[in-house]
C-alpha cells in the first residue's frame, strides 16, 4: 500500500513562552501544500526500511516512520513489514516533511492492517512523535497552538493564488531555530490576523523565527527579499527554515532565485 505524504507551510509564527518541559507554545497558521514524498508499506518476513531520493541524515532506528512502526506495536500485534520512502520533501525546510511521513505512515499502518483508529486516537499517537506530526492526520488548514499541536479548523482556501516556494542552499535544523528566538505574548491572535485580506498579511502577520536565522543565514532574507521584489503579495520563511515561500496573482518571473536555488511552483 502506497501514501503521498504532502509538505506545510506555516503561515505566520508566534512563539508565546518557554514551557517548564523545555518546549516552546507558539500560534501557527499551518496550510498544506503540494511537495510530497511517496511511502510504501509491504508485509515483508522482517522489519526493514529502504529510502530513495534524497539523503536522509541520522540512523535509520531514528526515522520517524520505524519510530511510528515501534509506537503502535506496543499496542497492536503488528506483522513485520518492509518500508519504502522516496524523499522528495526538501529536509532541515521547515516544510514538516519528517513529520508527515510520520502520521501518514500511521495512516497507512491503520489502513493496511484494519487497526480501526479514528483520527483522534491516531492524533494522540502522532503527537508522541513530535509537535509537527499531529497536524498531518487531517491535513486540513488551521490555527494551531500550545506546542503546536492543538488545533481550530479554519476557512482558508489559497488556490486562487500562486504559491511559490524557494529552497535556498542551507539546511536550518528546529533545534536551532529555538535556541535563537525570543518568546513574547501576542498582542493580537494569528486567528484574527489571517480573516485579513491577504494583500494586509504583510503589515501584520510575522515568523519571530527569522530575526535570528536570518542573522545566521542572510542568503535567506535575500531570498524573502527577491520573492517581494518579483511581485508577491506576501512572502514568509516557512517554521524554521530555511524554505521561504510566497503568494503571488500571477505565476512570477524568478529569473537569477532559480539558478541559486531549488524552487517548487503549483504548490
Ligand atoms: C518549527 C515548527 O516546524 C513549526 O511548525 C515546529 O514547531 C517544529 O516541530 P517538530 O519539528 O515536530 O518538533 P519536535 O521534533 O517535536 O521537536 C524538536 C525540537 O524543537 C523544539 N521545539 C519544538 C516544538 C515546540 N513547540 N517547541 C520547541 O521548543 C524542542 O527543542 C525540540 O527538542
Ligand atoms: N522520514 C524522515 N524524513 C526526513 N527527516 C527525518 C525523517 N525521520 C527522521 N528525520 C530526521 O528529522 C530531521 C529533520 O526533518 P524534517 O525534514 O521534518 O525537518 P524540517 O524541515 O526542519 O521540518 P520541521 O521543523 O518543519 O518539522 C532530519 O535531519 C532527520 O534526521
Known sequence: MISFPNAKINIGLNVTERRPDGYHNLETIFYPIKINDA????????????????????????NLCIKGY??????????PIKIHLHKHIPIGAGLGGGSADA????????????????????????????????????????FAFDKG???????????????VLVMPPVHV???????????????????????????????????????SVFK?????????????????????????GASVFAIFNETPDLGELKSHNQVFTDL
Request: glycine share 6%; proline share 5%.
Open 39 to 62: 511511502l510504501e508499506i509491504i508485509k515483508s518476513d522482517k522489519l526493514s526500511f529502504e529510502s530513495s531520493g534524497l539523503e536522509i541524515p541520522g540512523r535509520v532506528e531514528d
Open 103 to 142: 502520521a501518514f505512515f500511521i495512516k497507512l499502518l491503520n489502513d493496511y492492517f484494519s487497526l480501526g483508529l479514528n483520527d483522534d486516537r491516531m492524533i494522540a499517537y502522532a503527537r508522541q512523535l513530535g509537535a509537527d506530526c499531529a497536524f498531518f492526520i487531517k491535513n486540513k488548514p488551521v
Open 216 to 240: 545566521n543565514h542572510p542568503v535567506i532574507r535575500g531570498v524573502k527579499a527577491a520573492l517581494y521584489e518579483a511581485g508577491a503579495i506576501y512572502a514568509s520563511m516557512s517554521g524554521s
Open 173 to 211: 535544523s528546529t533545534g536551532e531555530a529555538y535556541g535563537g528566538v525570543k518568546p513574547a505574548p501576542v498582542k493580537t491572535s494569528l486567528m484574527e490576523l489571517i480573516e485579513l485580506p491577504v494583500t494586509e498579511w504583510k503589515q501584520h502577520i510575522k515568523n519571530d523565527f527569522e530575526i
Open 149 to 163: 499541536d492543538e488545533f481550530e479548523p479554519i476557512k482558508l482556501d489559497l488556490s486562487a493564488y500562486k504559491i
Open 70 to 79: 515501534h509506537l503502535l506495536k506496543k499496542d497492536f500485534d503488528l506483522p
